[in-house]
């Protein structure tokens, strides 16, 4: 009974011990594990569940948009990925050479995709030929790999990971920006009302943007331990690209043109920072839209009362099937195990974050009602058969208060600074920091020399400097209010 | 108008010059674009949307059957991927391998998958301890390499392709083997009913069973160049990699046991067989339960009409999608771009394979009917407005059409064969050839250099040799009737 003693044995503390915990929690709860590849880990099924909420929740928003997905090739040839020079310089340190094929040495190498600017443009170089041909708003839903050399940390930091990656061609800067809101709108809805997490959406500093876009924009969250994660992000690439893979059309006035672009991305990176944020020292709690299994039923009974208990468990069931109208098999389901106590089934059901789970013995049945057990409160009490719509409710209930909770969170754990002691004071407390800064290359320079990990996140979109604001580090005019944190 | 005339222009005709028409039609098309990569091509979204609906259609047959989903690393370290001998020999000829992470040298090469295996089952056997955790039934839907260096065939014959990937571990083999013929007939499914396909099941031949497997079946179909194509197969490994991978378990005795393994797998080499029997020298002819637009609405107008004409077909779209209740936004279109001639658009949707095609000119609108053109056939006639619904038994029909016709095109071209000779001239005249055979690994090796391309493809599985016959190839006691041609 190895097994049983794992599924009781207590968590680390979240708050004292975050990164213990957060590991463990991801092992435990099945959610993931490691692999035989250095940096790189297993997607098991629960994960993967998530994973696939994540991509069906963010296609559908962007095939209203009229974004099409499609497949190109893992490889990018090096000569191919040199064309666009920031791009590369960004890249290179983290690729991974396909150097030989069978007992061949290849004549060029071959990088494994990090991200496929390089191999779609010189597509749609080929494919865009007149303004007929724009926009084009092509997606991939893929894995990419980037070596990193830094100490990895299950879904957050990793050699590979799993993202959709979009590339739009435009024939105007406008038509680009205004896609890219849009995209960025999508984005934050998956993440509030389905992932239900409050991020902040800002731009990127000039350090921190998309190695050869103009400007990159991102949503920004903040984990329990005080580090920033950068969640799902959009940049406008001008004409970088288009410039360096040849990319343009007749306009028109038959006037030769270089097209406008955009990429954007979110990956599965998102898993981690909702399994940090939302979960407790029992376990996972999920948001009941991304769980794959909303409800567990469990039956309690003995030899005597065990067909009684499980024709009513199916009885339940089979109305809150009907309830919620979820044709997922695995939304709603009955552990009717033998082999495995109820205690045992509840801790279980607690560590991977089912929402809701209904206990039922036969005093439920004598008194026809359930036993509801709340995940994210842990609140237990009663209700009666006949008011089993309720449970509906409970769901919705459970993924708002999530939500509010997430947000209330980040909003209390931001604190605005005046100098770089309260700064340094403000990170060295877990919190996320807000400051006047110049936004010139040179401080933000200086402050990565330092002040080490602490980094600009993101500049606020929605809050202004003052006239006579001063920049926290160099004492310069102000032109921007940014967050500053520890970031992964 | 360069394009214009792309898609005037005719396309080779398949049956005297099968090999290039099906390239270009490929291109034309809209389907794949070769790559910056040798071999590798890009899936363009006409593709990419048949591969999705190839992807739900078997995910959700699986999701019955209890499989699910995760995912597991793209790398393979090379000592893992070594334990299996069989396994190694027949893939390590077409690895590509990973040498070098930025600028530096890994300490173990890393294969990029060619299948999962290794990778898999070295976390199998943490996994699994006890009867408890079996049956284990996982899949992934990912991409895999193998680096052939035989001429590439789009879809047919490529170095990258998209794939399922399910491995199944049970107690005992009988379970294993129930699952296996599930799950075939899953497949079998989605070819004849989804993809309209009709091939043959049968169980392959010592040679041509999968590196590792002790048994493997699969698909087989027949293309109209007389090559045959596998489709989608599934293998019985036995304990060949449980022993391998020291994937055990105790048993409910206390007994420690290996675990039964299947392995199966389609890919998308089914949207190559599909385009390659059903299509014409028109271009794509799409089976509408795959085809991602299954009606377009062409308006003909001038500037006096237009208002009117775009009315009416607006109202004829509301209409038919009530009628087929479907919610994907491309299934019904209206092409009202006014910089394509009606001409045009019809050529360039009987290019794409769009199965029927509704015209609405100012005529059909005095008449209160329609003019419709039926891609399969290419037969082009006129129903009342009232009688729309008429469409939806049509979309029906051209589905069925096109799996009798595919049907009957391998039946008619099976050809039962008695000795050598016969087996060679079928084989010129584009057929499959079946004959008794002794199924030894030494006459399937004299074959081999005997016979060069010509490959025994299935083992029958409804069909057996009488008392007396004799292998043709040989002389012994036949023990099967194989279908023998040459292959992709």
């Keep these: 009974m190895e097994k049983q003693q794992n599924i009781k044995q207590k968590l680390p503390d979240k708050f004292s011990n975050f990164s213990e915990w957060y590991q463990q929690l991801i092992l435990r709860s099945g959610l993931a594990d490691y692999s035989s590849v250095s940096g790189c880990i297993v997607y098991r099924p629960l994960a993967y569940a998530i994973w696939e909420k994540i991509m069906q929740e963010v296609d559908k928003r962007f095939k209203q948009l009229g974004i099409k997905n499609c497949y190109f090739p893992l490889f990018i040839p090096e000569k191919l990925f040199e064309k666009e020079a920031e791009h590369i310089a960004g890249f290179k340190p983290e690729v ?14 071959l990088a494994v995709r990090p991200t496929s600017e390089a191999i779609m443009y010189a597509s749609y170089s080929k494919w865009i030929r007149s303004w007929r041909d724009l926009p084009l708003k092509l997606n991939q839903w893929n ?56 991020g902040i959406v800002g731009k990127k500093t000039e350090l921190e943007k998309f190695a050869g876009a103009v400007s990159s924009y991102a949503i920004e ?26 990319i343009c059309f007749l306009d028109q006035q038959q006037q030769k043109r270089y097209v406008q672009q955009i990429t ?9 920072v909702m399994v940090a944020i939302h979960s407790d020292n029992h376990g996972l709690v999920l948001p009941p839209k991304v769980a794959p299994t909303k409800i567990v039923i469990i039956p309690i009974f003995d030899k005597q009362t065990k067909q009684n208990v499980l024709d009513y468990a199916k009885q339940v069931k089979s109305e809150l099937v009907k309830l919620l109208s979820n044709s ?98 403000a990170i060295a407390n877990k919190k996320m920091a807000k400051a006047n800064f110049c936004c010139t290359k040179e401080c933000e320079q200086n402050i990565a020399e330092q002040l080490e990990a602490i980094t600009p996140r993101v500049i606020a979109l929605d809050e202004k400097p003052n006239e006579n ?3 926290i580090f160099c004492g310069k005019k102000a032109q921007a209010v940014v967050y500053f944190a520890r970031s992964y």
């Design 96 to 109: 991974a050479w396909v150097t030989h094929a069978g007992d061949t040495k290849l004549a060029e190498r």
């Design 143 to 198: 894995n990419v790999v980037r070596w990193e050399f830094k100490h990895p940390v299950p879904f957050l930091r990793g050699r590979e990971f799993l993202w959709n990656e979009g590339h739009n061609a435009y024939a105007t800067e406008k038509e680009a920006m205004e896609d890219l809101w849009k995209i960025l709108n999508i984005y934050k809805d998956v993440c509030e009302n389905i992932l239900a997490l409050y």
């Design 221 to 246: 969250f903040l984990l329990p331990n005080g580090k920033a994660a950068q969640g799902p992000d959009a940049h406008f690439d001008g004409e970088n690209f288009a410039k360096a893979y040849d």
């Design 264 to 272: 954007y991305a979110i990956s599965t990176r998102m898993i981690g």
């Design 328 to 425: 997922d098999s695995d939304a709603i389901i009955i552990d009717d195990r033998e082999q495995y106590t109820p205690g045992y089934k509840f801790n279980e059901y607690e560590l991977k974050g089912v929402p809701v789970r209904i206990e039922i013995g036969m005093r439920d049945i004598e008194q026809e009602s359930v036993t509801v057990f709340r995940r994210d409160t842990l609140e237990r009490f009663t209700i009666k058969l006949s008011q089993l719509s309720k449970i509906k409710e409970l769901l919705d209930e459970i993924q708002k208060n999530l939500f509010e909770k997430a947000k209330q969170f980040l909003l209390s754990n931001v604190v605005t600074v005046n100098n770089i002691d309260e700064l340094k004071q």
């Design 469 to 471: 604001d001063k920049c």
